[in-house]
């Protein structure tokens, strides 16, 4: 790779970075925010935190990685442009190539970073980020027997225990449980105590006594027990299913999931969704550097048509990952949606590749470029006189 070359790579690399650091950043803590609430509530250790927010760095990073490359490759180019170091590049007789090669090479790396993020980390992490949250729903007791009230844990949920004995054991368990439609049930217990078999929960409830109350019909059921055992995993939040959801599954294993899987069986495309934006989600850094390129990858005499072209190209940009968002959802129930995902990521690096490869690069028509420039002066006239009056109005006013 020529030095012209390098210097460019490294120029684009570190702005990247920098940008998908922050972006990545930013997203996930408005990702963990919404879920704190949970650790907080079952008074986890700063350890549960942080390792919240890690599991979700993988999934906002395959999202946020083609806007970061845009930011990069596109600020560069402009700069570049700016300083007038497009123009000296050109006079010098270098090819368009030497400066293409560069955003090949960056695009290419951050598209390979993707579909391995998406295929391999981002199901394991999704994994991890539910076994967090319900661990931090299985010490549910813990936090209620420090409190000594009643907790809600959702709408619908309530616990409380009145005290902690010796040997770990519980004493005075009262759970209330109305999450089911038309149904309401009741525990109580003098006593009883949580153990793990494996990787379950058991709560053992001992001498205690079940009601269950039809809503419907105020029909009242009453169970008297010396005994009875409860999966700790009916305690977790409404919507988790201890089914393994296909974002948690290894992309092997959706590409062949077993017959007696729960989504094989019952909801199929949710599978083929998550394999639809597994596979489509890579295109999307080397077309949106493609498309830079394009349009900001030649010298520009005229800022203001720098900027015009910026704005096409996040309106391009935009626009395909915001179809994109949409087909992959509706891809489980539309053929003609399957296909689109693909092919629009693949139209776009075909066609903003062809024109790369061939050094045209797009330009907004000069006669939309005098016009805009025609505007931009008008409103700034305006702007003027405006500040204008005001200063004289502000002036010739009492003091």
């Given amino acids: 790779m020529k030095q012209i070359e390098r210097y460019i790579l490294r120029r684009m690399s570190s702005l990247t970075f920098w940008s998908l650091t922050a972006v990545t950043l930013l997203v996930m803590t408005t990702q963990v925010l919404i879920r704190v609430d949970v650790l907080t509530t079952t008074g986890q250790a700063i350890s549960a935190?942080?390792?919240?927010?890690?599991?979700?760095?993988?999934?906002?990073?395959?999202?946020?990685?083609?806007?970061?490359?845009?930011?990069?490759?596109?600020?560069?180019?402009?700069?570049?442009?700016?300083?007038?170091?497009?123009?000296?590049?050109?006079?010098?007789?270098?090819?368009?190539?030497?400066?293409?090669?560069?955003?090949?090479?960056?695009?290419a790396v951050v598209s390979i970073m993707v579909i391995l993020v998406s295929n391999f980390v981002e199901p394991w992490s999704n994994r991890k980020l539910y076994d967090v949250l319900a661990q931090a729903q299985s010490d549910l007791f813990s936090v209620a027997v420090r409190s000594g009230t009643f907790m809600r844990l959702e709408e619908g949920l309530y616990v409380q225990v009145n005290e902690k004995l010796p040997g770990g054991e519980l004493g005075g368990i009262f759970l209330a449980d109305s999450r089911t439609e038309g149904n309401e049930t009741i525990y109580y217990a003098r006593n009883g105590v949580v153990k793990t078999l494996g990787d379950t929960h058991i709560?053992?409830?001992?001498?205690?006594?079940?009601?269950?109350?039809?809503?419907?019909?105020?029909?009242?059921?009453?169970?008297?027990?010396?005994?009875?055992?409860?999966?700790?995993?009916?305690?977790?939040?409404?919507?988790?299913?201890?089914?393994?959801?296909?974002?948690?599954?290894?992309?092997?294993?959706?590409?062949?999931?077993?017959?007696?899987?729960?989504?094989?069986?019952?909801?199929?495309?949710?599978?083929?969704?998550?394999?639809?934006?597994?596979?489509?989600?890579?295109?999307?850094?080397?077309?949106?550097?493609?498309?830079?390129?394009?349009?900001?990858?030649?010298a520009r005499s005229n800022r203001h048509e720098q900027f015009q072209n910026g704005a096409i190209v996040a309106g391009i940009t935009l626009g395909a990952r915001g179809f994109g968002f949409y087909s992959s959802d509706e891809a489980g129930f539309s053929v003609v949606m399957e296909v689109l995902t693909?092919?629009?990521?693949?139209?776009?690096?075909?066609?903003?590749?062809?024109?790369?490869?061939?050094?045209?690069?797009?330009?907004?028509?000069?006669?939309?470029a005098?016009?805009?420039?025609?505007?931009?002066?008008?409103?700034?006239?305006?702007?003027?006189?405006?500040?204008?009056?005001?200063?004289?109005?502000?002036?010739?006013?009492?003091?």
Avoid: C, H
């Fill in 49 to 107: 935190f942080l390792l919240l927010a890690a599991t979700l760095v993988p999934s906002v990073l395959s999202i946020v990685a083609p806007f970061a490359l845009l930011i990069g490759v596109g600020q560069v180019l402009s700069v570049m442009n700016s300083d007038s170091e497009m123009v000296v590049i050109e006079a010098a007789g270098v090819p368009p190539a030497t400066v293409l090669k560069p955003v090949l090479v960056l695009s």
């Fill in 342 to 368: 693909y092919a629009v990521p693949a139209g776009l690096i075909l066609v903003f590749g062809f024109l790369a490869l061939t050094g045209t690069t797009l330009t907004i028509p000069r006669a939309w």
């Fill in 203 to 298: 709560l053992y409830l001992v001498d205690g006594e079940l009601q269950q109350r039809n809503l419907t019909n105020n029909q009242i059921s009453i169970v008297t027990f010396t005994s009875y055992a409860l999966d700790m995993a009916a305690f977790v939040p409404a919507g988790q299913s201890s089914a393994r959801r296909p974002k948690e599954q290894p992309t092997a294993y959706l590409l062949n999931p077993p017959a007696d899987d729960y989504y094989a069986e019952k909801a199929n495309f949710v599978i083929k969704q998550e394999l639809v934006q597994r596979f489509s989600t890579w295109m999307y850094p080397l077309a949106f550097g493609l498309v830079a390129f394009t349009f900001l990858g030649k």
């Fill in 370 to 399: 005098r016009q805009n420039d025609r505007l931009i002066e008008f409103a700034r006239v305006r702007y003027d006189r405006w500040q204008r009056g005001r200063r004289a109005t502000g002036e010739s006013g009492p003091a």
